[in-house]
């Protein structure tokens, strides 16, 4: 499985939300690679799942079913929450 962080530039913030990604799935013991774009160039065939934050989210042309929206890319606990509700669901 693949997840995929995704930002307006693909650099900073999306680097973050991998890094932080990649301490809440370990944590909740879910094997995935994961890596970070920016939004001109993902794809939908690129991952199985894509992060990215609210204010990029109705531009990036996704399958809702492979979205996780956050409102606050740098708070790690709504990351974790909204990672554990998509794999436990």
Avoid at 26 to 52: P, R, W, Y
Avoid at 76 to 83: D, T
């Amino acid at each position: 499985m693949k997840i995929m962080a995704v930002c307006g530039a693909g650099l900073g913030s999306s680097f973050m939300m991998e890094m932080n990604i990649k301490k809440v799935i370990n944590k909740l013991g879910i094997q995935a690679e994961v890596e970070h774009c920016d939004l001109g160039s993902v794809t939908a065939d690129a991952a199985e799942v894509f992060v990215m934050g609210r204010d990029i989210a109705y531009s990036a042309n996704l399958p809702e079913n492979k979205l996780i929206v956050i409102s606050n890319i740098i708070d790690i606990k709504e990351l974790e929450e909204k990672l554990n509700a998509y794999f436990t669901s």
